[in-house]
């Protein structure tokens, strides 16, 4: 029996139940899954990785609240698409605007744009004011940080779920589904005899892995054998450029860019940055990684490629393609050559941590903030030292919670810049920083 449907649409869910993973979202308590009941979701935004479900689960949700379901796609619509979407909308509107409001509301549209994020800015704006008027209910999905990608008004407008990469047991439940349910495979009777390769290919991907699983399943009925950790690799290999095309190794390419620029390989580095170019990848996504690598992997230890990494960010969104890869190169070497420094990193998650720990402690009297009589009375800013009334713009005293008071947090990163710092600290704070 021959199909030309890929599995990946064939297993693709038809009810809430069925739905894999994430239960963080849809689960019996969470705060999603009690909307759904009550048939008034938000607009929303589904951002996360790729093949985790986030198509699925609009077409879900419309399906469960019996919602008219429109889909764009940001990659192939423009502005007149989008346009032509809210007047059906509004049409539907008007056909309902004798019936009650909340008859109405179940009616209300559902509008689901995949990959939001190469939304430019007008577009974004057209989509504004139908969200405002409650003309549709926006669904987003988004593998990009919506606070970059999507503008602040839209965003302010829509509740923000993140999706996680699906567990082992998560993918390993959905092999076994597809091959006792799905019409093609079972007719195959495919046995498998190791899973750790399809996982490992699939990277936590539930569209990847179906892929491999689909592309295996046929070899291994062609050439009589069962699925193993090598047969899976030979066969993948021979047909990569499967996955090149559908640009599925995006996040497998990037992570070894950045680890390459971490690890002070530029040579490395600069050829991840060729196959991301020559693969189309979006530079502004490129440039956006090394800002943030410039503060997570270098820092303090050569303050200099925070600003070098930002003028880039900038520069590529001026220049663009095929220009811009003479501005990525430079700023990729640079920072893969520069001296490298996790401290302020570890520093913000040590505190973060202590805050989850310990929740909202006390700021200090003499540090509050004392602009009526009352509060001055009760002692807010007294005792406060001003240090620029003091020799050197420093004095001693405590500004942590009293309850975290003499806490270190920020441990200079062992570099000529930063030992510099831990001696103007060990200077100032003396046992603090005695190390």
């Known amino acids: 029996m021959a199909t030309r449907i890929p599995l990946a649409e064939r297993m693709r869910p038809k009810k809430l139940e069925d739905y894999v993973g994430q239960q963080h979202i849809i689960g019996h308590d969470a705060v999603l899954y009690h909307a759904i009941q009550q048939k008034n979701i938000p607009s929303m935004l589904l951002w996360g990785p790729p093949g985790v479900g986030k198509t699925s689960l609009a077409l879900l949700m419309a399906k469960e609240l019996g919602r008219p379901f429109f889909s764009l796609s940001a990659i192939q619509a423009g502005v007149k698409d989008i346009r032509e979407v809210i007047d059906k909308a509004e049409r539907l509107m008007n056909l309902n605007q004798e019936q009650a409001a909340m008859n109405f509301n179940q009616e209300q549209p559902i509008l689901f744009i995949d990959e939001i994020h190469r939304f430019s800015k007008s577009q974004q704006d057209s989509l504004l004011g139908a969200v405002e008027r409650g003309l549709v209910t926006l669904i987003g999905a988004t593998t990009e940080n919506p606070s970059f990608e999507v503008i602040s008004a839209l965003l302010s407008r829509c509740q923000v779920y993140v999706l996680e990469h699906l567990s082992s047991e998560d993918l390993i439940g959905l092999v076994e589904k597809s091959l006792h349910e799905d019409e093609y495979l079972k007719a195959l009777n495919i046995e498998i005899e190791e899973y750790e390769a399809i996982l490992r290919l699939s990277g936590g991907d539930a569209r990847k892995l ?226």
């Not at 995006?250 to 020559?278: C, Q, T, V």
């Open 210 to 435: 179906l892929n491999v699983l689909e592309l295996v399943s046929n070899a291994a009925v062609l050439h009589h054998e069962p699925i193993t950790n090598a047969f899976v690799l030979k066969q993948v290999q021979q047909n990569m450029a499967i996955y090149d095309k559908t640009g599925e190794q995006h996040y497998d390419i990037i992570s070894a860019f950045i680890k390459s620029i971490r690890g002070s390989d530029p040579n490395a580095a600069i050829y991840w940055l060729a196959r991301m170019i020559e693969g189309g990848e979006d530079p502004s996504f490129i440039a956006r990684r090394l800002l943030i690598l410039a503060s997570e992997d270098i820092g303090n230890a050569n303050p200099n490629a925070l600003l070098l990494a930002n003028t880039c960010f900038q520069a590529v969104n001026v220049i663009g393609w095929p220009e811009s890869r003479i501005i990525l190169a430079q700023a990729v070497t640079y920072l893969a050559s520069s001296p490298k420094s996790n401290a302020s990193y570890e520093a913000i998650n040590k505190a973060q941590a202590i805050v989850k720990q310990t929740g909202d402690l006390s700021v200090p009297l003499h540090l509050r903030n004392a602009p009526t009589k009352l509060m001055k009375e009760l002692n807010y800013g007294a005792e406060y030292k001003y240090a620029h009334a003091y020799p050197g713009n420093f004095v001693l005293q405590e500004f942590l919670p009293d309850q975290l008071s003499g806490m270190t947090l920020y441990d200079p990163g062992k570099n000529p810049q930063e030992e510099k710092l831990r001696q103007g600290l060990r200077d100032k704070w003396k046992e603090k920083y005695r190390y």
